[in-house]
C-alpha cells in the first residue's frame, strides 16, 4: 500500500438491525438498499435466542445518505425491527483485511460474566483488541473464541495465562491465518491421558505389588525420580507375575471421556494420530488398533513361558524417547514440526509438549501446566478438538451423517 494510500477515505454507513428473528429481513433489508449506488464493504449477523443481531458496512454517495436513512426507517416499520444508521468518511486503510489475527479459545464447564471480564482485560493489556467473538460449544464445555489483532502472541499468551489460572478458564492461543487449518499429527500419552487408569498401577496390583509401584508410580509423574529408573525399578516387582494378568488388565482400561469423539473427527478431517506411551506394547497396541492409529511407541515388557521377567526390552521410551517419537511420526506424515499437537500429563511427556507446535496439558502436574502452551483441566478429551477451532455442532453433524449412512 503507498503513502498516498493511507490517507485516502471513503464516505461509509454503518447499519445495525435488531428484532426478533424471521424468515425474510435479510431480503427485505437489501431489498431496500438495491437501488441505491452501495457496495457493500462487510457483513456479520448473529441469532441468539431468536434475536438476530445484523451489521453491515457500506460505502455511498454522501447525497444519497438521507434517501437511503429514510428508506431504511420505513423498512424497520415493515419488518418490525429496530434499524440504526451512522454515516461517517472512513480511511480506507481501516476498512481493509487486518492481517496478524490471533485466536483465544476460553473453555470452562460454567463461564461466569467476571471470568469473561478478566480475559477481555488481560487481553486490552497485552494491546489487543476483540474483532468478534462466538461460542463454539456448549458441551460437554462451553467454549468461547475471541478473535484479536493488534496484540503479538506471546504477549497474549503470557497476559491471558496467569488470568486463566485465577478465573478456573482453560485458554488456547493460535495464529490465524491458513496455518490453522493445515493438516497436523495430534500424539498423545496413553496412562491417565488417552485412558484413565495407570496401566503398571494395575499390573502392580494384581500381582499383590500395587501400594509399592503406586508410591514409584506417583514420584516419577512429579518427575522427582529419573523416568527410566523408577519403571526399571516397577518392572523389577513384577517379577514372576503371569502374563494372564495383560490381559486382566486390558479388559479393566477405560478409554478417557471424549477419546474417541478426538480421535475420529481427527481422522475424518484428514489429521493423523499417534499414541506414545511409557507404558507396554501389550496394552497399548490392541488400544491403537482399535481406533485406527497407525503410528504408536511403546515399551515392551519381557515375557517368557508365559511369566513376566521382571525386565524390559528394546530402547526405553522415555522423556526423550517421547520427542523423538513425535519427530519420527512427523517425518512419516510429511507434517511440519509446527503443525504437531502433542497432549500429555505427566514429566515423562515434557520433551514432546516442548518440542510439538502446540503442546496441551490434560489434567496434568503443575509442572507440566507451566510448560505446556495449553491446559486442559476437564475431563473430556474431545474437548482438545474446541482449541484447535473445530466447533461441537459440526462434529455432531458429522456424527448424525454417518449414522444415517449405517442405517
Same mark, same amino acid.
Given at each position: 500500500?503507498?503513502?498516498?494510500?493511507?490517507?485516502?477515505?471513503?464516505?461509509?454507513?454503518?447499519?445495525?438491525?435488531?428484532?426478533?428473528?424471521?424468515?425474510?429481513?435479510?431480503?427485505?433489508?437489501?431489498?431496500?438498499?438495491?437501488?441505491?449506488?452501495?457496495?457493500?464493504?462487510?457483513?456479520?449477523?448473529?441469532?441468539?435466542?431468536?434475536?438476530?443481531?445484523?451489521?453491515?458496512?457500506?460505502?455511498?454517495?454522501? !447525497?444519497?445518505?438521507?434517501?437511503?436513512?429514510?428508506? =431504511?426507517?420505513?423498512? /424497520?416499520?415493515?419488518?418490525? @425491527? %429496530? *434499524? #440504526?444508521?451512522?454515516?461517517?468518511?472512513?480511511?480506507?486503510?481501516?476498512?481493509?483485511?487486518?492481517?496478524?489475527?490471533?485466536?483465544?479459545?476460553?473453555?470452562?464447564?460454567?463461564?461466569?460474566?467476571?471470568?469473561?471480564?478478566?480475559?477481555?482485560?488481560?487481553?486490552?493489556?497485552?494491546?489487543?483488541?476483540?474483532?468478534?467473538?462466538?461460542?463454539?460449544?456448549?458441551?460437554?464445555?462451553?467454549?468461547?473464541?475471541?478473535?484479536?489483532?493488534? !496484540?503479538?502472541?506471546?504477549?497474549?499468551?503470557?497476559? =491471558?495465562?496467569?488470568? /486463566?489460572?485465577?478465573?478456573? @478458564? %482453560? *485458554? #488456547?492461543?493460535?495464529?490465524?491465518?491458513?496455518?490453522?487449518?493445515?493438516?497436523?499429527?495430534?500424539?498423545?500419552?496413553?496412562?491417565?491421558?488417552?485412558?484413565?487408569?495407570?496401566?503398571?498401577?494395575?499390573?502392580?496390583?494384581?500381582?499383590?505389588?500395587?501400594?509399592?509401584?503406586?508410591?514409584?508410580?506417583?514420584?516419577?509423574?512429579?518427575?522427582?525420580?529419573?523416568?527410566?529408573?523408577?519403571?526399571?525399578?516397577?518392572?523389577?516387582?513384577?517379577?514372576?507375575?503371569?502374563?494372564?494378568?495383560?490381559?486382566?488388565?486390558?479388559?479393566?482400561?477405560?478409554?478417557?471421556?471424549?477419546?474417541?469423539?478426538?480421535?475420529?473427527?481427527?481422522?475424518?478431517?484428514?489429521?493423523?494420530?499417534?499414541?506414545?506411551?511409557?507404558?507396554?506394547?501389550?496394552?497399548?497396541?490392541?488400544?491403537?488398533?482399535?481406533?485406527?492409529?497407525?503410528?504408536?511407541?511403546?515399551?515392551?515388557?519381557?515375557?517368557?513361558?508365559?511369566?513376566?521377567?521382571?525386565?524390559?526390552?528394546?530402547?526405553?521410551?522415555?522423556?526423550?524417547?517421547?520427542?523423538?517419537?513425535?519427530?519420527?511420526?512427523?517425518?512419516?506424515?510429511?507434517?511440519?514440526?509446527?503443525?504437531?499437537?502433542?497432549?500429555?500429563?505427566?514429566?515423562?511427556?515434557?520433551?514432546?509438549?516442548?518440542?510439538?507446535?502446540?503442546?496441551?496439558?490434560?489434567?496434568?502436574?503443575?509442572?507440566?501446566?507451566?510448560?505446556?502452551?495449553?491446559?486442559?483441566?476437564?475431563?473430556?478429551?474431545?474437548?482438545?478438538?474446541?482449541?484447535?477451532?473445530?466447533?461441537?455442532?459440526?462434529?455432531?453433524?458429522?456424527?448424525?451423517?454417518?449414522?444415517?449412512?449405517?442405517?
Amino acid at each position: 500500500m503507498s503513502e498516498n494510500d493511507t490517507h485516502q477515505s471513503q464516505f461509509t454507513g454503518l447499519i445495525l438491525l435488531s428484532g426478533d428473528d424471521a424468515p425474510g429481513i435479510t431480503q427485505e433489508l437489501f431489498g431496500t438498499l438495491a437501488p441505491f449506488a452501495i457496495s457493500v464493504l462487510d457483513i456479520e449477523q448473529v441469532v441468539i435466542r431468536s434475536r438476530l443481531i445484523l451489521t453491515i458496512l457500506i460505502s455511498l454517495d454522501r !447525497a444519497h445518505a438521507q434517501s437511503i436513512e429514510e428508506d =431504511l426507517d420505513q423498512c /424497520a416499520v415493515r419488518l418490525g @425491527v %429496530d *434499524i #440504526a444508521t451512522s454515516f461517517t468518511d472512513e480511511p480506507t486503510a481501516s476498512i481493509a483485511a487486518k492481517s496478524g489475527l490471533v485466536h483465544v479459545v476460553a473453555l470452562a464447564q460454567k463461564l461466569i460474566p467476571s471470568a469473561i471480564s478478566s480475559l477481555a482485560s488481560a487481553i486490552a493489556q497485552a494491546g489487543g483488541n476483540i474483532e468478534r467473538i462466538h461460542r463454539s460449544a456448549s458441551f460437554p464445555l462451553t467454549a468461547i473464541e475471541f478473535l484479536i489483532s493488534g !496484540a503479538p502472541i506471546n504477549d497474549l499468551r503470557m497476559s =491471558l495465562a496467569a488470568v /486463566a489460572k485465577e478465573v478456573k @478458564v %482453560d *485458554i #488456547a492461543v493460535a495464529p490465524g491465518g491458513l496455518a490453522r487449518w493445515a493438516r497436523k499429527l495430534v500424539v498423545m500419552d496413553v496412562d491417565s491421558t488417552l485412558i484413565q487408569q495407570e496401566v503398571i498401577d494395575l499390573l502392580a496390583k494384581k500381582h499383590g505389588v500395587g501400594e509399592q509401584v503406586s508410591v514409584i508410580t506417583e514420584s516419577a509423574m512429579r518427575g522427582e525420580l529419573d523416568f527410566e529408573h523408577s519403571l526399571r525399578a516397577r518392572v523389577a516387582l513384577l517379577k514372576g507375575a503371569s502374563a494372564s494378568i495383560i490381559e486382566d488388565v486390558k479388559s479393566e482400561v477405560t478409554l478417557t471421556p471424549g477419546a474417541r469423539t478426538l480421535i475420529r473427527t481427527l481422522q475424518r478431517l484428514g489429521h493423523s494420530v499417534g499414541l506414545v506411551s511409557g507404558g507396554f506394547s501389550d496394552v497399548v497396541f490392541p488400544i491403537a488398533t482399535e481406533l485406527g492409529i497407525e503410528h504408536v511407541r511403546a515399551n515392551r515388557l519381557e515375557i517368557i513361558d508365559g511369566v513376566i521377567t521382571g525386565n524390559l526390552l528394546g530402547t526405553i521410551i522415555d522423556r526423550a524417547g517421547k520427542a523423538s517419537a513425535l519427530r519420527d511420526f512427523a517425518l512419516s506424515e510429511s507434517v511440519s514440526i509446527d503443525q504437531t499437537v502433542a497432549i500429555g500429563d505427566g514429566a515423562n511427556d515434557l520433551d514432546m509438549i516442548a518440542a510439538a507446535g502446540l503442546g496441551i496439558a490434560f489434567n496434568a502436574k503443575p509442572s507440566v501446566q507451566a510448560a505446556a502452551d495449553s491446559s486442559l483441566n476437564a475431563p473430556y478429551l474431545d474437548s482438545v478438538l474446541f482449541m484447535l477451532g473445530i466447533n461441537r455442532e459440526d462434529i455432531e453433524s458429522a456424527d448424525s451423517s454417518d449414522a444415517l449412512l449405517k442405517l
